[in-house]
């Protein structure tokens, strides 16, 4: 059954650091998002991707983060200056059409120390 | 008011027995429905969707929707211990075109052996 992929599992970084957290999608699959989760508390949405351009971003995608779909089946997020707030389980999605059902990455736990 | 709203729980039902979870929401506009499974430290798991008013049926569980109330609900019929986890409501939320999944805060299940 296809499945969205999630590297690396758990990722441990200084304050200041930059991260790259990787994605790939589910292989059909046109619409892409990620999202997070700070323990606790609900799933966020940080920003939407299609046709290789940011649909929607939330206010928590500053300009600290960015996305990118480098070759066709990565989907990237970079956190470019880590921050102690920036740790939480950051979950990509992905989904066929535009109001159908998004499925989850296994998600990258982010810890900022 | 919150835009999707879930009662914490946790709630605990017997083995055997139907849990029922709830979930309100607030934009009207909204067209797209679903209910995801979390485990603890893991990602959301879709487990139904649901568009139009109405019972969705998909073995043990039922979804049900209702527009004008602008009401979500999930059946999980003969409970298992296994169904302890927290239950997600998302709702797809359209803005200028762009859609995104916005979650509850989740209900805590618990089954009862």
């Known amino acids: 059954e296809p499945e969205v992929t999630q590297t690396p599992s758990h990722q441990v970084t200084q304050m200041g650091q930059e991260v790259i957290l990787r994605c790939v999608p589910i292989?059909?699959?046109?619409?892409f998002y990620w999202y997070r989760q700070i323990l606790g508390q609900k799933v966020e949405f940080l920003v939407s991707?299609?046709?290789?351009?940011?649909?929607?971003k939330s206010e928590i995608f500053d300009d600290q983060f960015s996305v990118e779909r480098p070759d066709g089946s990565n989907f990237t997020l970079k956190i470019r200056s880590t921050k102690l707030e920036d740790s939480a389980m950051y979950f990509c999605a992905s989904r066929l059409y535009r109001g159908n059902e998004a499925f989850f990455g296994q998600g990258t736990r982010l810890t900022v120390v | 008011q919150k835009e999707v709203e879930q009662n914490s729980g946790p709630l605990s039902v017997p083995e055997g027995a139907i849990a029922s979870l709830n979930c309100t929401y607030s934009?009207?506009?909204?067209?797209?429905f679903f209910w995801y499974r979390q485990y603890s430290g893991k990602s959301p798991e879709l487990i139904m969707s649901?568009?139009?008013?109405g019972d969705k049926e998909d073995g043990r569980f039922t979804a049900q929707l209702n527009k004008a109330s602008q009401y979500v609900s999930l059946l999980i019929r003969d409970s298992q211990p296994s169904d302890s986890a927290t239950y997600l409501c998302a709702v797809n939320k359209v803005n200028f075109g762009n859609e995104k999944l916005t979650f509850g805060t989740g209900t805590r299940l618990t089954i009862i052996p």
């Open positions: 934009d009207r506009g909204s067209q797209s």
């Open positions: 649901i568009y139009s008013n």
């Open positions: 292989s059909n699959h046109l619409y």
């Open positions: 991707f299609y046709n290789n351009e940011i649909s929607e």
